[in-house]
């Protein structure tokens, strides 16, 4: 079989991002070939990987690493693919396969608060994006019709259309803590990328309580699904081909793109126009890797900001013994949250942060915590049910500010390709260290409010990580202090695009995705504009498109 | 309390009709670590497997074991580990002189620096986690027949497994 | 007919002219609600299944239908003037719903189901008339034509098959009888003509009078014996099993509705009233049981919970997709619904596998249908209740799938090859009506030659012998 080398627009990368682009590209008559660094996964091998699994509480144990296309697990021991060059740990979780980091998330699909893109403007912190909300509406819209998002509206971001589906229905665990908690606090449904009915030809929701690591039945939506419908679409797609080099002719326009198979064959792909959408860590690094003598410190990076001003989302929490039997487990994982933190004036001073209440089940935790403690006998039932029908938590997301120290750089050790490796810079700064602190007065009343006994806090300073990696690739004006326009094309490369979580220049306080998915569509649009919306483009042909 | 359906997992564990699914032998328990279980006195098959089960379920607290699962458990258990059943008969025969009660056991051991320390957690964790070994030699032998899960079947199904059709985890738990 | 026609003018006229202050509202009245009564009747019929294409407008036609002898196409039958029904007297729309002859005298090909409709009443006939006539949206845009392979593009053919093969007598009630009962029998052998699916069908496509109801092939779905056969059919459901079964599309223990069916009882059966879904169950439940040796017990009957945990849990999966074994592979792809031990969800809504006529048919084709195409509702938008494995799974995987569940939870006679998935997935055996009509004709026209060519040489004795003398 030939290999396709050249295509009209070649994206690297075949994650969300970058396979919703490309098959925008390819239904809008585009010739689109995404080179995928990782192999195709099957679901249902994931799903009996997952239950045969030693370590239940590590979302990838079901995922192990290629060896030409590592990812970073740490578990049963880093395999130290995300060099770690602190002050803080970052240990960041992702996927390199088909459809990636989206096969194990919990599909939260939020989309900003119009003053999230103007922090520096109305706080005097972090910067202002290259454009408002209502620029972006649209194309959140868009975005919630092709993935199928359910949500309920009193989340604090405007609209101009419903969603495309009602909320998912409420466990039981939660209608409880939003009937206690009322009025002091509004719990409600999350804003998600999960069927609350039949969807784009997936069944809704049967409650498996897995989404992370898996959904077995694919009732929320995955990058894998984008992958399907860009390749049905026409695009061509390439799994297990690394790209370790993005070629440049003289006058700095993308030319080619060069990778590796397993085999560790040179394959030279060129194209027109390339898309970028390796994820917030493979992309920079592969920018950087991609120095020339032209460009000395790597592409699209004039300004000396790629792989800087990284951010994520971290966490700290509460877990505690409800005084009433809620037996989490029953339902999807992440069904509902507090949205009334996110924005205030306060924002000049600390971080604003959402509050999560999780759904996961508690009793592999528990049953953890009893062994640990010698439990045994009868007692071990007992507890076993005590605990997991009343044991909760409610966890902060925190927004940390684009700090230019924070960064992804090449490391000196090299994987088993010969690649460089990640190396992760990051710090948790006092902005948000203080959000902590404050948030732990919400927690407080929270248990209160539900009868808590048994508080355990997280240990003051120690953060869980959320895997939202953004800001590496921050979008701006100016070319001095931004990698690319806003419309994802890179300043110093006028065919090269980025389409990923990394081009946000701040992370607020929502999981990334939808919004990046929202960007990488305004960005296609820019770079290929639509035909005049015919009924094909209806929001019921784009779901059935999907199908 | 809810009715649990017929033919789900804890029927398979506790069918009292089966007596291919009861355990424990009068040989091996004394008055003592009989009364730590509802007994059922059976000759087994093996001393080691049937020493191996009384102490199982003194640990866990439940007087029926399956059988098979015991089997692949101990099997696990014992690989690279030539004292295993020398342990397990040490310890049950421990339990018995002292009369020592299940809740204060690993802090007795753990007291007296016994090199029987580990082994209650590992059983423990062989039968309600289902996992045998830590780090990279850890080896999973049950998942949905863990008694973690068995425990609490009658509310929840092991993650990955569908609660039930859509909306159906509204409803208050029984 | 037309004794009747006039009759039914006469009552029109006689409504106009009675009560004439009131008029007006009480023919808007009457004409609402035979209106209503014609719609209910036209879904009791299922008119939409075959005259409305997906996606496109209601009764519009379109739709090809597969047969074993070439695609026909079902018409428009909206009241549209230049492409429907729009110019059809309401005799022209009795002969084409329950004689099978079109408006310019053509024979219909029984596809559409006409020798069931025969049995549909008049005052049902009259009703449905004004439906299409006026609570139908026009759609003027013609079919395709039907272009069947010679010989079977002579429709006047047809005359000969319905003098063979159809009695058109209408429903008569048997005075012996339940209302209830009666009120089943002209349902089920009229309106929603059940044995048009589930009856077998002779070498010329006739069902076969004598099995009603015993089972029949569509393409590669079975749709089962529905007598009242305690082992083959439904003779140990309860009424209230198949009244949940005709509205719901299951029955808790026993059966769930899968391709046709499913899409029956979506557009039509889950819509009856509750009198009706329950006159039918009494009329199934006395149809004379027709019985398949091959079932030695209910065939909902067979199975029971059962898992191979033991011997799954911690064992990596093979490499080649086509080794793994069937609990592997209902572990991965199927046990997540249907649960460890194949029970089912609490509640039932996600069915169990055993006690299930899905596994425990002596033939398994429907089972190997649902793994491939799992089950889509579709009158409000896609509904899918259980989604297909045709793209995951291969016909090996199927196979071995299969097999294993008939034989835990089914009857473990049954089993499923690599080739069988194949067929079915491809949409069935492929038939021999055409070849074999062909073969058949080119016979007879060579035996009708051979005859005259004897009746020639004896004529040529004849004057030889007698001529010269």
Known sequence: MSLQSSADVVVIGSGICGSLAAWRFATQGASVLILEAGPRLDRGRIVAAFRNSTRRGDWMSPYPPSPWAPHPIYKPKDNGYLVQAGPYPYPAEYIRAVGGTTWHWAAQAWRLLPNDLRIKSLYGVGVDWPMTYEELDPWYQEAEEIIGVAGAPNTGSPRSKPFPMEPVAEPWSMRRFRERLAPSYAVVANTVARNSRSYGGRPACVGNNSCQPICPVNAQYTGDNAADAAEAAGAKLVPNAVVYRIEHDAQGRIAAVHYYDPDKTSHRVTGKTFILAANGIESPKLLLLSASSKYPNGLANSSGMVGRHLMDHPSSSLTFYADEELWLGRGPQSPSSINTLRDGAFRSEHAPYRLDFTNISQVYSVTQYLIKEGVYGPEFEKQLRWRAARQVNVKNVLEVLPDPDNRITLSSEKDAMGIPKPEAHYSIGDYTRRAADVSKADFARIAELMGGTGLRYSADGQFANNQHITGTMGMGSDPATSVTDGYGRTHDHENLFICSTGVMPTAATMNSTLTAIALALRTVNHIQPAPAPTSSTTSAAREESHA | MATNPPNDLTTRLYDPADPTRRRLLAGLLTAYTASLIPALAEPAPHADRGAFTALSAILVGRQALDSVQATHLYDALAVNNPYFAADVQALLGLIDRRHIDPMQLQSVLDAEHSPLAPLPRNIVGAWCLGIVGSGEAARCIAFETALNAVMVADVLKPPTYAYGVYGSWASKPV | ?469
């Open chain 3, 1 to 469: 007919m037309n004794t009747q026609r006039i009759c039914q003018l006469g009552a029109l006229v006689t409504a106009l002219a009675c009560g004439h202050a009131a008029a007006a509202t009480t023919t808007d009245n009457s004409n609402a609600t035979l209106i209503q009564h014609g719609h209910y009747a036209a879904i009791a019929g299922d008119c939409v299944a075959c005259h409305t294409a997906p996606g496109g407008k209601p009764f519009a036609g379109g739709l090809p239908l597969p047969t074993p002898i070439g695609n026909i196409i079902a018409t428009n039958i909206t009241p549209s003037k230049t492409a429907g029904i729009g110019n059809y007297t309401e005799q022209q729309f009795s002969d084409a719903l329950r004689r099978g002859i079109r408006a310019d005298g053509a024979h219909l090909y029984p596809a559409m189901p006409y020798p069931s409709y025969a049995q549909i009443s008049d005052a049902d006939v009259q009703a449905m008339y004004a439906y299409f006539m006026h609570a139908v949206t026009p759609v003027d845009v013609a079919t395709a034509p039907t272009r069947l392979p010679f010989p079977f593009n002579i429709r006047q053919s047809m005359a000969v098959w319905n003098l063979l093969f159809v009695d058109n007598k209408p429903f008569t009630p048997d005075p012996g009888k339940s209302p209830e009962w009666n009120r089943g029998a002209y349902l089920v052998r009229g309106l929603t003509h059940c044995s048009d699916c589930h009856s077998p069908r002779n070498l010329l496509m006739a069902k076969q009078s004598s099995r009603d109801l015993a089972g029949g092939e569509l393409d590669a779905w079975l749709a089962p014996n529905i007598t009242s056969d305690v082992n083959s059919g439904i003779g140990g459901w309860s009424s209230q099993d198949i009244v949940d079964d005709l509205r719901s599309g299951h029955a808790t223990g026993k059966a769930q509705a899968a391709g046709g069916m499913a899409e029956a009882i979506d557009n039509s059966l889950q819509h009856l009233t509750s009198a009706d879904l329950l006159a039918i169950a009494t009329y199934l439940k006395a149809v004379p049981a027709q019985h398949d040796p091959a079932d030695t017990q209910p065939v909902y009957s067979w199975g029971a919970a059962f898992d191979e945990l033991d011997s799954l849990r911690g064992v990596p999966l093979p490499k080649d997709a086509n080794q793994m074994s069937g609990a592997q592979i209902y572990d991965a792809y199927c046990s997540t619904c249907h649960q460890a031990r194949g029970q089912g969800s609490f509640d039932g809504g996600l069915p169990s596998l055993f006690h299930n006529t899905a596994t425990g048919r002596s033939q398994p084709g429907n089972l190997v249908m649902v793994i491939l195409h799992g089950i889509q509702w579709q009158s409000h938008g896609t509904d899918v209740r259980m989604p297909g494995f045709a793209h995951e799974l291969s016909d090996q995987q199927i196979a071995t799938l299969g097999s294993w569940l008939t034989r835990h939870y089914g009857n473990p006679s049954a089993s499923v090859s690599a080739d069988q998935v194949k067929t079915l997935r491809a949409g069935g055996a492929p038939s021999h009506l055409l070849l074999i009509t062909r073969l058949a004709m080119v016979v007879v026209v060579l035996v009708i030659i051979a005859i005259i060519g004897m009746l020639i040489r004896r004529k040529r004795r004849k004057a030889r012998s007698t001529g010269h003398s």
